[in-house]
């Protein structure tokens, strides 16, 4: 009897004696699953992080490999650039039209998907179309609507009797502007939209139909009852709008190349031509770094609303 | 009567504004169809001629833009280079975002959601602050005007991404899934592979393609480091090759936007749900 208990043991040893190996350690097995992608990050990513300041402030230009050390001599020549005020006003310019202009469109186009109607998969299909089509080649698309001769746009307006004369849309910097403007906020709306379709569902439904029966109207409704319950989400929305609109270049870079005259240049395109184009390394990257005190606070906000959302939730 | 009447007028806004939404969304792409297949003698009327309208097919529409952009450019070479980075891109980044997305999910406790959007954040670090010096890190390796710089630089955002994108996967897959296979006996790692992996193929999938797509829509690497016609991808070779000196070449420059962008919304709009899922996922704790 004994022996046979022994035996059923042993037999089963292999099972619940198992040697512990680092596979069973869950603490050290994460941080050697996590290390390579860490790792990667953080040498692609943390030390050209790191270079893009020392490169700010040295005369480094591309050809050659060395360091000349000039302190923040960039950083002063830049800032008495009237170019680069231009630049720095029209990225501010851009980022705040396009984003309000984003996020009233997107809760538009939300509440309008939310309500049930004949064809509404479709619709939410096709209103996602310009957010997975690829910059450059959606850019192209509207240097063609925009072109100086061939404009459809021009041609409707005047069919329709809006216009008389005939735009250039890139040969005037103020229209040049509106027309970088429209492309992009033709690009990031359906993402935003995205978004808010997603936190409108999150709002429980009883909370809604409470204030319908209470007799909110519309606009109270909106305004005290949808928006409130909405702003984490539409927060977060904005943050990635304004990070990926004020460091953006493919739009302004393919639609205008900067011009005319170097009047819709932003601070990211600006940085291309400098650094890349005039193989200026250190003025580059100095024109390109004075976007991170924006960024920085974007991800700071963007941790707290994450933070206060798991509160709440 | 006038309730009804009401209700008829809400209903006629909401078409209304849906209908202008999504004129706005697919003008564009209307307008590469239209291009890419209209005659040149329909095509470039001046926009003045109030007679003309360009809105439609005023001749037969042509297959010579196609026909063109196939047979005399680089087109195909382009979608070739994009294929194999992205392709590349894709393996290197599961390879790296797969495991730490795994460890995030289940194996780290606090400091790992702080690592899981610590690691979400460098993927808004954006191209434009790093491509100068980027371009230092290429010019010491020797890779300047070679795909291979952008095989290694993808990653950084691709990466991060699909890091997050998988944490979130991982999360919604029930945990006591792979206890019940630990207490049966499999290791930690056994589990992983033969029970969450075969759960989270779908979710491997959509990252899989959502790398991809990152890739093609990246102008900004592509126009710093690739000068070689030859070497480019579509998103660089479209809009800078095809336009010779002065001239564009509108008709085939919008077939080969609209051939390129066709399979991806289509492949875009299959996964967006999914996709959607595994962002929001990640952000909630599981």
């Given at each position: 009897?004994?022996?046979?208990?022994?035996?059923?043991?042993?037999?089963?040893?292999?099972?619940?004696?198992?040697?512990?190996?680092?596979?069973?350690?869950?603490?050290?097995?994460?941080?050697?699953?996590?290390?390579?992608?860490?790792?990667?990050?953080?040498?692609?990513?943390?030390?050209?992080?790191?270079?893009?300041?020392?490169?700010?402030?040295?005369?480094?230009?591309?050809?050659?490999?060395?360091?000349?050390?000039?302190?923040?001599?960039?950083?002063?020549?830049?800032?008495?650039?009237?170019?680069?005020?231009?630049?720095?006003?029209?990225?501010?310019?851009?980022?705040?039209?396009?984003?309000?202009?984003?996020?009233?469109?997107?809760?538009?186009?939300?509440?309008?998907?939310?309500?049930?109607?004949?064809?509404?998969?479709?619709?939410?299909?096709?209103?996602?179309?310009?957010?997975?089509?690829?910059?450059s080649l959606?850019?192209m698309?509207?240097?063609?609507?925009?072109?100086?001769?061939?404009?459809?746009?021009?041609?409707?307006?005047?069919?329709?009797?809006?216009?008389?004369?005939?735009?250039?849309?890139?040969?005037?910097?103020?229209?040049?502007?509106?027309?970088?403007?429209?492309?992009?906020?033709?690009?990031?709306?359906?993402?935003?939209?995205?978004?808010?379709?997603?936190?409108?569902?999150?709002?429980?439904?009883?909370?809604?139909?409470?204030?319908?029966?209470?007799?909110?109207?519309?606009?109270?409704?909106?305004?005290?009852?949808?928006?409130?319950?909405?702003?984490?989400?539409?927060?977060?929305?904005?943050?990635?709008?304004?990070?990926?609109?004020?460091?953006?270049?493919?739009?302004?870079?393919?639609?205008?190349?900067?011009?005319?005259?170097?009047?819709?240049?932003?601070?990211?395109?600006?940085?291309?031509?400098?650094?890349?184009?005039?193989?200026?390394?250190?003025?580059?990257?100095?024109?390109?770094?004075?976007?991170?005190?924006?960024?920085?606070?974007?991800?700071?906000?963007?941790?707290?609303?994450?933070?206060?959302?798991?509160?709440?939730? | 009567?006038?309730?009804?009447?009401?209700?008829?007028?809400?209903?006629?806004?909401?078409?209304?504004?849906?209908?202008?939404?999504?004129?706005?969304?697919?003008?564009?792409?209307?307008?590469?169809?239209?291009?890419?297949?209209?005659?040149?003698?329909?095509?470039?009327?001046?926009?003045?001629?109030?007679?003309?309208?360009?809105?439609?097919?005023?001749?037969?529409?042509?297959?010579?833009h196609v026909q063109l952009l196939f047979r005399q450019t680089l087109y195909l070479t382009w979608v070739r280079n994009t294929v194999w980075i992205?392709?590349?891109?894709?393996?290197?980044?599961?390879?790296?975002?797969?495991?730490?997305?795994?460890?995030?999910?289940?194996?780290?406790?606090?400091?790992?959601?702080?690592?899981?959007?610590?690691?979400?954040?460098?993927?808004?670090?954006?191209?434009?602050?790093?491509?100068?010096?980027?371009?230092?890190?290429?010019?010491?390796?020797?890779?300047?005007n070679?795909p291979?710089?952008?095989?290694?630089?993808?990653?950084?955002?691709?990466?991060?991404?699909?890091?997050?994108?998988?944490?979130?996967?991982?999360?919604?897959?029930?945990?006591?899934?792979?206890?019940?296979?630990?207490?049966?006996?499999?290791?930690?790692?056994?589990?992983?592979?033969?029970?969450?992996?075969?759960?989270?193929?779908?979710?491997?999938?959509?990252?899989?393609?959502?790398?991809?797509?990152?890739?093609?829509?990246?102008?900004?690497?592509a126009?710093?480091?690739i000068s070689s016609v030859g070497k480019m991808t579509v998103s660089l070779g479209i809009p800078v090759a095809l336009v010779r000196?002065?001239v564009?070449y509108?008709?085939s420059l919008?077939a080969a936007a609209?051939i390129t962008?066709?399979?991806?919304?289509?492949?875009?709009?299959?996964?967006?749900?999914?996709?959607?899922?595994?962002?929001?996922?990640?952000?909630?704790?599981?």
């Open positions: 009897m004994a022996l046979k208990e022994a035996q059923s043991v042993v037999a089963a040893a292999p099972a619940v004696f198992r040697r512990r190996t680092l596979a069973d350690r869950d603490d050290a097995l994460g941080r050697l699953l996590l290390a390579p992608a860490l790792l990667y990050v953080v040498l692609l990513v943390g030390v050209p992080f790191g270079m893009a300041v020392l490169l700010s402030l040295s005369a480094a230009r591309s050809g050659t490999l060395t360091f000349p050390w000039v302190g923040l001599r960039n950083f002063w020549t830049i800032a008495a650039d009237a170019q680069f005020r231009l630049a720095l006003r029209n990225t501010t310019l851009f980022t705040v039209v396009s984003q309000v202009l984003v996020m009233v469109m997107a809760t538009a186009a939300a509440s309008v998907l939310e309500a049930a109607f004949f064809g509404r998969r479709g619709v939410r299909m096709l209103l996602l179309l310009p957010w997975a089509v690829p910059v959606a850019a698309a509207w240097t063609w609507i925009f072109d100086s001769t061939f404009s459809v746009v021009n041609w409707t307006f005047r069919a329709v009797g809006l216009l008389k004369g005939w735009l250039y849309w890139f040969g005037d910097p103020t229209l040049a502007m509106i027309a970088i403007i429209t492309v992009h906020v033709w690009r990031m709306f359906p993402f935003a939209t995205v978004i808010v379709l997603a936190g409108m569902s999150a709002i429980p439904a009883e909370i809604r139909e409470a204030a319908v029966v209470d007799g909110a109207s519309f606009w109270r409704r909106l305004f005290q009852v949808h928006l409130p319950l909405l702003l984490p989400v539409v927060t977060v929305a904005v943050l990635f709008g304004v990070v990926f609109t004020s460091t953006d270049l493919s739009v302004v870079y393919l639609l205008t190349r900067g011009g005319p005259y170097n009047s819709t240049h932003v601070l990211a395109s600006l940085a291309f031509q400098r650094g890349i184009l005039g193989a200026d390394l250190g003025q580059g990257a100095a024109i390109a770094l004075f976007l991170l005190p924006v960024l920085v606070v974007v991800a700071i906000l963007m941790l707290r609303v994450a933070r206060r959302a798991e509160v709440g939730g | 009567m006038k309730r009804r009447l009401a209700r008829a007028a809400k209903r006629v806004g909401l078409y209304g504004a849906a209908l202008a939404f999504t004129v706005f969304a697919v003008f564009p792409f209307y307008w590469m169809f239209l291009t890419a297949f209209k005659q040149d003698r329909d095509l470039y009327v001046g926009g003045t001629v109030a007679t003309h309208i360009p809105w439609i097919f005023n001749d037969p529409p042509t297959l010579e992205g392709g590349l891109v894709v393996l290197i980044t599961l390879l790296f975002a797969l495991p730490a997305g795994y460890a995030l999910a289940r194996l780290a406790g606090r400091w790992g959601e702080r690592l899981g959007i610590g690691i979400f954040l460098t993927y808004l670090i954006p191209p434009t602050l790093l491509f100068i010096p980027f371009s230092r890190v290429i010019a010491v390796l020797g890779l300047q070679s291979w710089a952008l095989v290694l630089v993808y990653p950084t955002f691709t990466i991060p991404f699909c890091t997050w994108l998988l944490m979130g996967f991982f999360r919604s897959i029930p945990r006591d899934i792979e206890e019940q296979a630990m207490i049966d006996g499999y290791s930690r790692l056994s589990a992983m592979r033969k029970v969450v992996l075969p759960l989270a193929i779908s979710g491997i999938l959509t990252a899989a393609i959502f790398a991809f797509t990152l890739v093609m829509q990246d102008f900004v690497y126009l710093t480091f000196g002065d564009f509108w008709g919008m609209l962008s066709v399979p991806i919304a289509i492949v875009y709009n299959l996964f967006i749900d999914r996709f959607i899922a595994g962002l929001t996922a990640g952000a909630v704790k599981g």
